[in-house]
């Protein structure tokens, strides 16, 4: 039931020989209800914002979380491309110890 429904049913429920102590009872009876209405709403507005900024962190969080893993794979991109290159150097490098012997020995 709505809370004008309950207040005009309150109202009509008065009689003309009503003493202004019930009148009076009624009214402070449909104040309360409407003040509890209002703090369920509160609350609940409350709740809905608390909620939201929470879901708002998470997605920061989830944001910053995915540009992380795609620095990650672009890194491991990049050492995988670089790879070839390095080892070829490696190779190169381990040989011209062998060279520089049979260099020398040449010269000799």
């Known amino acids: 039931m709505s809370f004008d429904t309950t207040f005009l049913a309150a109202v009509s429920a008065l009689r003309p020989g009503d003493t202004p102590g019930k009148a009076s009872a009624e009214i402070t009876s ?19 914002t608390v909620t939201t900024t929470g879901i708002g962190s998470k997605a920061q969080e989830a944001t910053q979380g995915s540009g992380e893993i795609a620095h990650n794979i672009a890194g491991v991109a990049s050492a995988k491309i670089a790879e070839p290159h390095c080892s070829q150097a490696v190779h190169e490098m381990a040989a011209q110890p062998g060279q ?7 010269r000799s």
């Open 30 to 48: 449909i104040i309360n209800q409407m003040n509890d209405i209002s703090n369920t709403i509160a609350a609940a507005v409350e709740e809905q």
């Open 100 to 106: 520089l012997v049979m260099q020398d020995k040449l």
